[in-house]
């Protein structure tokens, strides 16, 4: 939808109503770290260690009996489409050096998919199952997931805490359930405990990301049973589901959806029918200015491109700003193509994984007509599980899943040279005629977060953030927050400076270009409490350089997470020569559990772009750890000044904690929200009590708050906004703001 404006005499709220789409907030997994690059970006020469990937590998006959007398010599491991020498081999329990005959498994229920009917007969299959299944030797978890994720039982033998935790459970439709919580487990078992602390989950896919990067560390191949009704998918949402399949297969995890429906009608599968679009949905499809961002760039120039940027692509596919990891930096890549128009540079779309697309993840499947369950056959197929529906016979589908924990081979073969931030498409051959092989699809390689740890200009970006030597780039910081967890935040680093301060020499005929950033959170005392850094290279032909230099101002963006407390955030840039910058902001995180009534910081942007359409990469971003500022459809990018023009289409990004919304009949939540001008102390704009009912998702606690800014009626000067929630029984977040300028 196109922003609107309404005139102040109307005291209307002016807001971008967008259509919402969820991206909670949670870690990507990292991939193992690699050796580093030279600060020049030239590759290096030797690798001091490789990379092994394990591969779990299911092989079965035409009969579907699992097929146990294969030897090393009868697999082959492609890796990219190259055949790789396979190092470590070994079949069922012997398959892991650590606890070689224990298993694990997962039993997750996916109560906000589940009908209230459903719920019992799965809980009722997975009591069952517990009492045939648990043992010294398989250790189960049990999860419940309604809008958040909850670790009911960590893993454990007991059956009977098993059992009362699968038995007990509750669903986001209200409290008519009573859920009670137990996270303790068997003495030296694994915990997944902090999983749970990613509370903003609020889509399955992140819910399930979570968990994953939480089973990382506990050895061997572990098992996620899906207990859910399926839901149908959208293309937007393909992302989301790349970034699962490639977390579940860092971690080892092979998903096996169980759809608790049992023989539905294909009726009752079918999608339905899609609302005739609004009038404002029609505007956003005809928007010229918001349909021109094609993909998310993680370093733009901070103002709307007259001509929409063309995709990078991998190899020579002409010159652009080069970067690794979307949002936490990357290693030298390919250049990305720019987009121009009439010698004006556009906006540097140099998306992360370029050299493989995160898509080549996704399994190829048949159109089976049933909705619901396309998303089911491919997490099972991605990852390496199989998907059970159309049976009621839910305790037989549980008991193949069991038989399975001991029925795969593991195949370890060392990482081919490929650069850190790319995807790897794997697939595995078996020479025995009329086999099935089942396998993961393939992984991407999410970059570091610290790209300069090691390296010289470490040593001097450490030096000037403490204080020593003289800054001459100008520009801007800004760091807004929000909450990720239980006394916990995401903080995003927004950073404006001139262009003109990249340092560009020649090199093999092109202008070549570096970007070094180090970001640290000191504490008291100056104790270092989180830090970041980050490596980008610029690499242009001689019209694509005089596009860049016409350009004023760089963004840049990236994000770290901390604990609540009372911060300075310096960041210290270089861009080649002696060109140095140095920015300092104090932030201030209140105490928050997780369960009481707040609200984030205020982040403010004029680059406002649909999320839709960004399925490559959104898988990208949550791959590299950036979770997207977004709400009702829109992706907002944190401006690195809050000092804006009247041409600009400027948008404020908050997000309200309510725990009441979980519940089946929760009070009404609204908000309210002024400019001030600081200089008069007038209010020059006020919406009243706004109902926030058009942000909010069906028992989730978060809401996205996606309003825009009536930047064009508001004559020069310095501004703050003002904005506080509040319910119907009189509960009240703290007032939030923050200062911008209208030039």
């Known amino acids: ?261 049992g023989l539905v009608s294909s009726a009752r599968n079918q999608q339905p029918p899609t609302p005739q679009a609004s009038a404002r949905d029609m505007q956003v499809a005809k928007d010229t200015e918001l349909r021109q961002f094609e993909s998310q760039p993680r370093l733009v120039l901070a103002s709307y491109p007259s001509e929409p940027a063309q995709k990078g692509g991998g190899g020579n596919a002409g010159g652009g700003g080069s970067r690794g990891g979307t949002g936490t930096g990357g290693t030298t890549q390919p250049p990305a193509t720019i987009g121009t128009s009439g010698g004006s540079t556009g906006v540097y779309t140099s998306p992360a994984f370029t050299q493989t697309n995160p898509q080549m993840l996704l399994p190829t499947l048949p159109d089976t007509g049933a909705t619901n369950q396309t998303v089911l056959d491919e997490l099972a197929n991605g990852t390496g599980g199989f998907p059970i529906y159309n049976t009621n016979d839910l305790l037989g589908g549980l008991s193949k899943i069991a038989e399975e924990q001991n029925e795969y081979y593991l195949l370890g073969y060392s990482s081919p040279d490929i650069p850190d931030n790319a995807c790897h498409r794997v697939h595995v051959k078996v020479d025995r005629g009329g086999t099935s092989v089942r396998s993961r699809t393939g992984y991407c390689n999410a970059p570091p977060k610290d790209m300069l740890a090691g390296q010289p200009i470490e040593k001097e970006l450490e030096a000037r953030a403490s204080g020593a030597g003289k800054e001459n780039i100008g520009g801007s910081l800004e760091t807004p927050f929000v909450y990720s967890g239980p006394n916990r935040a995401r903080v995003n680093v927004a950073l404006d400076f001139p262009s003109s301060a990249i340092d560009f020499s020649k090199d093999k005929g092109k202008y070549h270009g570096e970007l070094n950033v180090l970001g640290i959170a000191y504490g008291p005392s100056n104790t270092v409490a989180a830090r970041f850094s980050d490596h980008v290279t610029f690499d242009f032909e ?109 948008a404020l990004y908050a997000q309200v904690y309510d725990p009441d919304l979980a519940n089946s009949n929760p009070a009404s939540l609204q908000f309210v929200y002024r400019v001030v001008n600081t200089q008069t102390g007038e209010t020059v704009f006020s919406t009243g009590a706004v109902d926030a009912e058009k942000f909010i998702q069906k028992g989730n606690p978060v809401v996205p708050l996606g309003l825009s800014v009536p930047i064009d009626q508001l004559p020069p000067g310095p501004y703050r906004i003002d904005i506080q929630a509040f319910d119907a029984q009189g509960s009240k977040t703290p007032i939030r703001s923050v200062q911008f300028a209208a030039e």
Not at 166 to 173: C, D, H, K, R, V
Not at 568 to 593: L, P, W
């Open 542 to 650: 001689k019209e694509e350089w005089k596009g860049f230099t016409e350009k004023p101002i760089l963004h840049y963006d990236n994000q770290f997470e901390i604990p609540s407390g009372q911060y300075r955030v310096t960041v210290v840039i270089s861009t080649g020569g002696q060109n140095f910058g140095k920015y300092e902001n104090q932030i201030a995180i209140d105490s928050f559990d997780g369960k009481q009534f707040a609200m984030s910081a205020i982040a403010l942007s004029n680059q406002i772009q649909p999320a839709s359409g960004l399925d490559s990469a959104t898988a990208a971003e949550l791959l590299a750890d950036r979770i997207p500022l977004v709400a009702q459809g829109m992706e907002i990018l944190p401006s690195g000044s809050n000092r804006f023009s009247k041409s600009d289409k400027v």
């Open 1 to 261: 939808m196109a922003l609107r404006r309404i005139a102040p005499a109307a005291a209307l709220l002016t807001l971008a109503l967008f259509a919402w789409m969820a991206w909670p907030s949670t870690r990507a997994q990292q991939a193992p770290a690699a050796a580093q690059q030279s600060p020049t970006g030239a590759p290096a020469v030797l690798r001091a260690e490789s990379r092994l990937v394990r591969v779990d590998v299911v092989v079965t006959d035409k009969k579907g009996n699992y097929v146990r007398d294969l030897t090393a010599k009868d697999f082959h491991v492609f890796d990219n489409d190259k055949e790789q020498s396979i190092v470590n081999f070994s079949f069922g329990s012997s398959s892991t050096n650590e606890s070689p005959d224990r298993h694990y498994l997962v039993l997750f229920f996916d109560d906000s998919t589940m009908s209230i009917g459903d719920q019992p007969r799965a809980r009722k299959a997975a009591l069952q199952f517990i009492d045939a299944n648990v043992g010294p030797d398989r250790a189960i978890a049990v999860v419940d997931f309604a809008g958040t994720l909850k670790i009911a039982q960590n893993f454990t033998a007991d059956a009977g805490l098993l059992k009362k935790a699968a038995g007990t459970y509750t669903t986001s439709l209200g409290p008519d359930r009573t859920f009670a919580a137990s996270t303790i487990s068997s003495p030296g078992a694994p915990s997944i405990l902090s999983a749970e602390d990613d509370f903003a989950v609020h889509n399955l896919f992140m819910a399930i990301r979570s968990l994953a990067k939480n089973l990382a560390g506990i050895p061997g191949r572990k098992s996620l049973v899906l207990f859910t009704d399926g839901f149908p998918i959208t293309p937007e949402q393909q992302g989301e589901i790349e970034a699962t399949i490639s977390i579940c297969n860092q971690s080892n995890v092979a998903i096996y959806p169980l759809d608790v429906r």
